[in-house]
């Protein structure tokens, strides 16, 4: 049914486009960038603590145009996904020990709602920190759930404008896929990142 | 002079063929009762990646639930096949078919093991103190 459903909407250009990948990567950054450049409204609440995003939250109707080419988005954002959750590493942002366990709480059920989520994307943006060690096992865990469902994959390495960002590495760490570097905080690159978008389109 | 209490480290051997048999479900309750006992695992081979998503659901479900536990630390090291010739090539199919599991995956449990340090060739385990 969902494939009958994805090919109704694949005439109509729709997507239903999930972002994900560990917290503190930037896919709310990135995804409140898409609403705001295409429908002038964000899509939710960043901060520099972890697990800011603990509930998946989403946006329809994000209509984006690119070289005369038109396509409807479904936004996705999920809660990062992480193999551990620590209410003491909370804490270390002045938050106190029972708001620091409240949030604890709700990113380990964030986390198995964004698993859930999965087999409802037609396509999937993997936001990387492009600062940080790409090889990590999560990244791996969510590309590799993502190829097991056939689900096309966009990688986009965030954070670009930092200068200990390394994109070569990204592209280096994930050789079988479209890697775009991007500052979703700054907008840098954007015009690439939405040409990629749409190439993704094409293969879902 | 109180004397220092040393505390102990075990680290657990899986062969594949122990986990071979077992279905999914199986499979990540026997690994996680183990990182459960405070143990470091070493799996022979590796999970599929839907195991791998199952092992970090039903590890969130437990943090909070199961006294001090706090996940997991998780890292797969594969056996890189794109440098072999033809006939490397070849044989690493084989002997991939023959059921030969040349990847080894770590499992620890968070309140012991920091962080795993995954590059392609190596993997460096940094342990809390």
């Excluded at chain 1, 459903?5 to 997507?15: A, C, V």
């Excluded at chain 1, 560990?22 to 429908?39: E, M, Q, R, S, V």
């Excluded at chain 2, 002997?95 to 770590?106: C, H, K, N, P, V």
Aim: aromatic share 8%; charged share 30%; net charge positive.
């Amino acid at each position: 049914m969902k494939r009958i459903f994805s090919g109704i909407f694949k005439g109509k250009k729709e997507l239903s486009l999930g972002f994900y990948g560990p917290p503190n990567g930037g896919k709310t950054t990135l995804a409140n960038k898409i609403c705001k450049d295409w429908t002038g409204e964000g899509l939710g609440k960043t901060s520099k603590i972890p697990h800011e995003t603990r509930t998946v939250q989403f946006k329809e109707k994000v209509d984006i145009e690119y070289k005369g080419k038109k396509l409807s988005l479904k936004i996705v954002d999920t809660p990062g996904i992480a193999t551990k959750i620590d209410y003491e590493d909370f804490m270390r942002f002045k938050m106190n020990k029972k708001d620091a366990q409240k949030r604890a709480k709700e990113a380990t059920q964030g986390i198995i709602d964004a698993i859930k989520w999965l087999d409802d994307m037609q396509a999937v943006i993997v936001v990387l920190d492009a600062t940080k060690n790409p090889y990590s096992q999560v990244n791996i865990t969510i590309i590799g759930n993502l190829v097991a469902r056939k689900i096309p994959v966009l990688v986009v390495g965030n954070k670009i404008d930092l200068k200990k960002a390394d994109l070569k590495r990204v592209e280096a760490a994930f050789p079988e896929y479209e890697v775009v570097g991007i500052s979703g905080k700054y907008g840098k690159n954007m015009e690439e990142f939405y040409e990629s978008i749409f190439r993704l389109a094409k293969k879902a | 002079m109180a004397k220092k209490k040393l505390k102990g480290l075990t680290i657990q051997f899986i062969p594949y063929t122990e986990i071979e048999t077992l279905d999914s479900g199986a499979r990540i309750k026997k690994l996680l009762s183990i990182v459960l006992g405070n143990r470091i695992i070493i799996l022979q081979g590796k999970l599929h990646p839907e195991e791998e998503a199952r092992l970090i659901e039903d590890t969130m479900a437990m943090v909070g639930h199961v006294k001090k536990f706090k996940g997991i630390e998780l890292a797969t090291i594969n056996s890189n096949s794109d440098n072999l010739s033809f006939f490397g090539r070849f044989k690493h199919s084989l002997a991939r078919a023959l059921g030969a599991q040349e990847s080894i995956t770590i499992i620890g449990p968070a309140s012991i093991v920091r962080e795993i340090k995954r590059d392609p060739r190596k993997i460096e385990i940094l342990m809390k103190k």
